[in-house]
Structures are given as structure tokens and as C-alpha cells.
């Protein structure tokens, strides 16, 4: 079935620096990738969608130059918390869809929990 | 429909006994939903999904059943299982847009 890597798995930064994280589709081409946020006891809530070679568009909130999101092949987008403070911590999960996906139309990584200290 | 800032329901379940986990949307424009189930410290995994031109979904052990009139969805659990223990969401797209928006999620605990 189609297989979304996520790296790392865990990271601690210092406030004030930088972490990308990177979203992998191992065995189909994401045309379209979404990164959520999920903060402890909370559903996941959707930051961004990117296409393949265009612009991220942000969910209403999300600030645009503090999460970089670049999805410039069909098989990696990442995402860059840039200047991160310790209420960026929380844990990140990409999704990828494409054509040939399984079932529900959706694969998602195993999420980056992120600590800013 | 999203949530922000709610913390989990949860629901507790004899092993053997079968669960019900509801969730509410809010945009009457939804036209496909996913259950997921999201163990700790990992990411969702796909359960069961039903398009809105459907009222019950079946799959092993799991039924969805939609209600368009009240904007509801059911998550049926039959003869859970220790394995079951999770925290379940539910998530829709809108007619027309290919995002994936979660609703609140439970957290289903079964006892032995």
C-alpha cells in the first residue's frame, strides 16, 4: 500500500532556530501534500496545502513566513519552523495524496514531535 | 467539522461489548468521510470512509452510518478488543476541495 515517510521522528531545538521537517511518498506521486498540527488531548488541525511545484496555501492563522512549506518534487515536501519558540512545540503530521493512493485517498506519516526549549 | 482548542470526549468499553463514538459536522456541503483510528505518538490510520450519498458503511468488526438530515456520524465497534484503545476521528472534505478537515476526536479506552 502507499507508504508515507515522515523524518525525524522527534527533534529538540533551541528557541530561536530553525527544524525542517521532511515528508516522504515512497511508492506513489503526491500531488498534493497537507501538514496539520496536533497539540496534546487536540485533533489535528490542517496549517497548509501544497501542490507539487506551486505555493502552499496557509489555513487562516498559520503564518506563512514562519512555516515554510516547499513541495518541489512529487515525492518530498517539507516544512520549515523557522525562529521556533517553545508554543511551536507540538507534533507535526504530513499527508500525501496522489493518484494510485489506497484507501480513503489519504496517507499519513508518523508525525515529528517537536520540542522548542 | 474542526475543532480548536476542545480536549477529548472519551469512552470507556467492556472487552467484548460494542462501542459507538459519534462525531457532528457542521457544513452541509461535506460530501465524503473518513474514520481514523491514531494510536500514541503516531499518525492517523485509515478505519472506514462513506461518501454522502450513502447511509451505512460496512467494513470488518466497524460500521459508519451518516446522517445528512442532522449532520451525524457513527463510528461502530463490534466485539472490541484491548487492541482497540485509541483515540478516533473523524474527518471530512468539502464539495470541491480535496483538504481533509478533522472533527474532535474521542479517546476509547477498552477494560479487560
Known amino acids: 500500500g502507499a507508504v508515507v515517510s515522515q523524518h525525524p521522528s522527534r527533534v529538540i531545538c533551541k528557541s530561536g532556530t530553525s527544524v525542517k521537517i521532511e515528508c516522504r511518498s515512497l511508492?506513489?506521486?503526491?500531488?498534493?501534500m497537507f501538514w496539520y498540527r496536533q497539540f496534546p488531548k487536540q485533533s489535528l488541525m490542517l496549517m497548509a496545502t501544497?501542490?507539487?511545484?506551486?505555493?502552499?496555501?496557509?489555513e487562516q492563522g498559520v503564518e506563512k513566513d514562519k512555516f515554510l512549506i516547499n513541495h518541489a518534487s512529487l515525492t518530498l515536501s517539507t516544512l520549515t519552523v523557522t525562529s521556533a519558540h517553545p508554543e511551536d512545540s507540538s507534533f507535526y503530521i504530513c499527508?500525501?495524496?496522489?493518484?494510485?493512493?489506497?484507501?480513503?485517498?489519504?496517507?499519513f506519516g508518523s508525525g515529528t514531535r517537536l520540542t522548542v526549549v | 467539522g474542526e475543532s480548536v482548542g476542545l480536549h477529548l470526549p472519551t469512552l470507556s468499553v467492556q472487552e467484548g461489548d460494542n462501542s459507538i463514538i459519534n462525531c457532528a459536522y457542521s457544513?452541509?456541503?461535506?460530501?465524503?468521510f473518513i474514520w481514523y483510528k491514531q494510536e500514541s505518538g503516531k499518525g492517523p490510520q485509515f478505519i472506514i470512509d462513506?461518501?454522502?450519498?450513502?447511509d451505512k458503511r460496512q467494513g470488518q468488526r466497524v460500521t459508519v452510518l451518516l446522517n445528512k438530515t442532522v449532520k451525524h456520524l457513527s463510528l461502530q465497534i463490534a466485539a472490541t478488543q484491548p487492541g482497540d484503545s485509541a483515540v478516533y476521528f473523524c474527518?471530512?472534505?468539502?464539495?470541491?476541495?480535496?483538504?481533509?478537515?478533522f472533527g474532535q476526536g474521542t479517546r476509547l479506552t477498552i477494560n479487560p
Open positions: 499527508s500525501a495524496t496522489g493518484p494510485g493512493q489506497g484507501r480513503g485517498g489519504y496517507t
Open positions: 511508492d506513489f506521486q503526491a500531488t498534493t
Open positions: 501544497s501542490n507539487e511545484g506551486s505555493k502552499a496555501t496557509y
Open positions: 457544513n452541509s456541503a461535506s460530501d465524503y
Open positions: 462513506i461518501r454522502s450519498n450513502m
Open positions: 474527518a471530512e472534505t468539502i464539495q470541491g476541495a480535496q483538504k481533509l478537515v
